[in-house]
């Protein structure tokens, strides 16, 4: 697995924009499989994640009510899952490199979910695991057992993946679920194999320009709301991740706040 350099803060969390966060995920990608970037295609996430990131995958009901879905432990410790049988909160024990994917992202119609969460998951391990190392040989008992507060897991809430929803980054864990999140989707749709995707489709559609403005032709205006949808498919993610990626590269601009999506030119 290529080894990452990137600038942090005094206490470890990375200081990265978007281009930054591009670079590293072709760096990963290639490093892995160099062809996806060329080859607008699926990632083999499952794959990916225990061949190359070499983590362990493991599936639980995290909460009851779906609020958390995904978790990445950096550090071997105990966390309370949800026991659906007792109705109840249990402790089971988790190791070093364990992604934790909540059962409900294995039913049919939240599959592509799932996949991102777990590409999400393996960005903050890509990402944010020097925040949590620790000398496994001067860990005591008590540290292994450690509270809430002080466990070294990373839990994901169902707002902060795939989210398209406009928020003030603040805290450090502000920051570091946007860049996972970032980096989730420059992993599953690599931004030089997704744009010649969309070159490929702009040309087909008869547009020239590098991007198109919702509002300039009826017909074209319907195709670039389909556009989603076919790309979803080649890359094997659900709509809204296709979406915020047509948004964070700038494909398509609508600058009517009241429509679906609401894409920028910024990369």
């Known amino acids: 697995m290529v080894q990452l350099n990137f600038r942090t803060k005094k206490n470890g969390?990375?200081?990265?924009?978007?281009?930054e966060i591009e670079e590293i995920a072709e760096i990963v990608m290639r490093d892995y499989d160099a062809d996806i970037l060329e080859e607008p295609r699926s990632l083999d996430i499952d794959h990916?994640?225990?061949?190359?990131?070499?983590?362990?995958?493991?599936?639980?009901?995290?909460?009851?009510?779906?609020?958390?879905?995904g978790m990445m432990v950096f550090n071997d410790c105990r966390i309370p899952v949800y026991d659906a049988e007792e109705n109840k909160a249990k402790r089971i024990t988790v190791y070093e490199g364990t992604v934790l994917i909540d059962?409900?992202?294995?039913?049919?119609?939240?599959?592509?979910?799932g996949r991102f969460t777990l590409s999400h998951e393996v960005s903050h391990w890509f990402l944010h695991r020097q925040i949590y190392k620790e000398d496994?040989?001067?860990?005591?008992?008590?540290?292994?057992?450690?509270a809430p507060e002080?466990?070294?897991?990373?839990?994901?809430?169902?707002?902060?993946?795939e989210s398209n929803?406009?928020?003030?980054?603040?805290?450090?864990?502000?920051?570091?679920?946007?860049?996972?999140d970032y980096m989730s989707s420059a992993l599953l749709m690599p931004k030089k194999?997704?744009?010649?995707?969309?070159?490929?489709k702009f040309k087909s559609a008869?547009?020239?320009?590098?991007?198109y403005k919702m509002g300039t032709d009826f017909e074209q205006d319907l195709w670039a709301e389909v556009l989603p949808y076919e790309l979803a498919d080649i890359f094997d993610v659900s709509v809204t991740a296709a979406k915020i990626r047509l948004k964070n590269l700038g494909f398509i601009k609508d600058e009517q706040e009241s429509r679906q999506y609401s894409l920028g030119l910024d990369s």
Not at 103 to 113: I, M, V
Not at 136 to 146: G, R
């Open 103 to 113: 059962n409900s992202l294995l039913e049919d119609d939240q599959l592509r979910r």
């Open 165 to 180: 929803r406009r928020k003030e980054l603040v805290t450090d864990d502000d920051w570091m679920e946007w860049q996972a």
């Open 13 to 19: 969390v990375p200081i990265l924009s978007k281009n």
């Open 136 to 146: 496994k040989n001067q860990m005591s008992l008590f540290d292994f057992i450690a």
């Open 193 to 200: 194999s997704f744009s010649k995707a969309i070159r490929k």
């Open 150 to 161: 002080k466990q070294p897991i990373i839990k994901c809430r169902s707002v902060d993946i």
């Open 206 to 211: 008869g547009i020239k320009n590098g991007y």
């Open 48 to 69: 990916f994640s225990e061949c190359y990131a070499e983590l362990e995958m493991d599936y639980q009901d995290l909460t009851n009510d779906q609020s958390i879905l």
